[in-house]
């Protein structure tokens, strides 16, 4: 009935396409295409970008071995397993060399600090790759202990195992995430800066991933796996546990603190007597303990503050007799003396209370209050002589001098000469020691039955000068390595908040903040895994109730939040809004306790 459509003919023979000059759909003739000279107009094409992934390091194998070979672009430099790697770096704040074992059973000389990570890092595509990246990229002056424990004799059980491999992997490429800081894509001006920053979510993602890994083929081991590789069990539990108290995770980390214990209990006590390289495995375990404790008490309400047990080894840790290291002992006097100090202060405030006329309490009531207070000096007695003994069996290296240290009553800043000390570890361990003391001093407690202000003055005499002679080793130390090594133990920012509550002299409290703000220059948010912008917020709060003639020997908690959510994405688990202070008016010498926002 119809007939088809004649094919429509071509208009023009000129060959079209949209890849073409701006100006056109043209035959994409260069340097010009020939529409745009017929109408002699100018011939601008669109720049295309192709985009690809850059990886800054290849992986060579040989026959022994798998070496990693990291190359600098920027510099034309290459760091490899043969080369010598005693070169300086700027992020290196010790030239120690730490011996390290490869996979085929070789030693070789690691030196901490001399690889740099490139920047913006992913490398998922290849696990073995990212395994092998994180392994040299890990500092072992980070976890010594665990070190020396995979260069005994058995060492090749771990080295050998993936198990430990991808846990190594998990724990370099979290401690390359804290240390880290990414600015967020999307942020607030009416935020506080450290709102706008997060963790390195690259590095961060492939320790979610290897230690989700690991989880789950721990899983599949049976008691017959535990019972023939104690130490390894015993070595990833350990991991766990690090990683989950960096995280600010409480929970998580007493499952895994829970299990290593168990551990111990049926399959690994006989190992650890006997073995004196895998009993460093407890030290680490240990230091993570104490520092979630500490984390745990800034900040907690002020129920949970009174019902605190004793700081003690746990009885199965402690049934091992040879653990005995010099770090953990006096973390357990530091925290115990800070129980102690803690709940004198809260039983002092509930006599207090007590004893007001419109409070009506039974005489026995107010009895037991008295017996808290006064049992202070028999408690904190048995901690000075236990550090009396730690510093009689452990004696500091070098030349103390005494502290010369000058105030003008906070009108101007304390002028504090730096005591350098030989080592950082050295350098925490005398912050550890002289914290206890301060804790110790049995002045500021004192003085909350006077009022006078001249004689509660005196009272703090002996705190503030050992408070004075910390201030000294804190000159001294590097802050960037606080923020690398004190990441799985009680931080330097932490102690320094508890001494300044025990101290009155308004110079202590302006250089303490004085120096925090220095250290917080934007490429480092936390410190001992606790948020220093939190930690300088408080100190702030205190300087600010010290010029309004109060002093504050009190912070607590006025929700209780189980410790925070977690640090997943973030520097700090706890959003505080406000806290419960207990304070005393220097002129009258009248108790105080009230909320502020902060």
């Known amino acids: 009935m119809y007939k088809p459509a004649p094919a429509r003919l071509k208009k023009t023979s000129i060959t079209r396409t949209r890849t073409g000059c701006l100006g056109c759909r043209c035959d994409e003739n260069k340097p010009t295409c020939n529409r745009c000279t017929r109408l002699g107009q100018e011939c601008k094409w ?26 600098d672009r920027r510099r034309g430099k290459k760091h490899g397993d043969d080369e010598d790697e005693s070169h300086s770096s700027a992020d290196s704040s010790t030239n120690d060399c730490v011996e390290m074992i490869g996979r085929s059973g070789q030693r070789r000389l690691f030196t901490p600090g001399a690889l740099r990570v490139p920047h913006g890092l992913i490398p998922q595509a290849d696990p073995g790759a990212a395994a092998r990246f994180y392994s040299v990229a890990w500092d072992w002056q980070c976890l010594l202990p665990i070190a020396s424990a995979i260069q005994c004799g058995d ?5 050998s195992s993936p198990l430990f491999l991808d846990m190594m992997t998990a724990i370099s490429a979290s401690h390359l995430s804290r240390t880290s800081p990414q600015r967020r ?9 450290q709102h706008n920053f997060r963790p390195d979510p690259a590095h961060e993602s492939v320790s979610q991933e290897f230690y989700g890994s690991v989880m789950r083929k721990m899983a599949r081991w049976s008691e017959h796996d535990f019972g023939a590789n104690p130490i390894l069990g015993l070595t990833v539990l350990t991991l766990f546990c690090l990683i989950e108290s960096c995280m600010g995770s409480f929970q998580s980390f007493g499952l895994h603190f829970d299990g290593a214990t168990k551990l111990i209990e ?36 002020l129920e949970f503050h009174r019902h605190r047990p004793e700081v003690a080894l746990d009885p199965l840790i402690k049934s091992i007799t040879v653990f005995e290291t010099r770090r953990t002992l006096v973390l357990l006097i530091l925290c115990e003396s800070h129980r102690i100090n803690n709940a004198a202060i809260i039983a002092h405030w509930d006599r207090y209370y007590a004893a007001e006329p419109e409070n009506l309490h039974a005489p026995t009531e107010i009895a037991d209050l008295q017996q808290k207070v006064g049992s202070f000096d028999q408690h904190i007695t048995q901690e000075k002589e236990k550090l009396e003994a730690w510093c009689q069996k452990y004696p500091f290296s070098g030349v103390m001098q005494d502290t010369e240290v000058t105030s003008d009553n906070g009108a101007l800043p304390l ?8 080592s950082h570890a050295e350098a925490m361990n005398m912050a550890y020691y002289i914290a206890s003391r301060v804790l110790q001093s049995s002045g500021p407690l004192q003085s909350l039955f006077l009022d006078e202000a001249e004689g509660m003055r005196m009272q703090y005499s002996e705190a503030e000068t050992w408070i004075h002679f910390l201030l000294r080793v804190l000159a001294g130390m590097s802050w960037k390595d606080c923020v690398q090594y004190n990441m799985y133990t009680v931080g330097i920012t932490g102690i320094l908040l508890s001494c300044l509550l025990r101290s009155q002299d308004p110079g202590i409290g302006q250089w303490c903040e004085t120096w925090l703000e220095g250290c917080l220059d934007g490429s480092s948010f936390e410190e001992g895994s606790f ?11 205190v300087n600010e109730e010290r010029r309004q003639g109060r002093d504050v020997f009190g912070l607590f908690q006025t929700v209780e939040d189980g410790g925070g959510s977690g640090k997943f994405g973030s520097y700090q688990s706890q959003a505080l809004s406000s806290l419960l202070i207990y304070s005393r008016c220097r002129r009258t010498g009248q108790l105080f306790s009230y909320c502020m926002s902060i």
């Open 415 to 422: 002028q504090v000469r730096p005591l350098q000390l030989e």
């Open 185 to 193: 894509l999307l942020v607030s001006s009416s935020l506080p800066q």
């Open 155 to 159: 060492s090749h059980l771990l080295t």
């Open 46 to 71: 669109v720049t295309v970008l192709k985009f690809r992934h850059v990886h800054e390091a290849e992986a060579s194998s040989s026959n022994s071995e798998q070496k990693w070979v990291m190359t």
């Open 266 to 301: 049926n399959f690994a006590a006989g190992a650890l007597v006997q073995n004196r390289s895998a009993r460093g495995l407890l030290e680490p375990l240990v230091e993570a303990r104490m520092q979630m404790w500490w984390r745990r008490v800034y900040f907690g309400t």
């Open 531 to 541: 948020p220093a912008f939190q930690t300088l917020k408080i100190i702030r709060l």
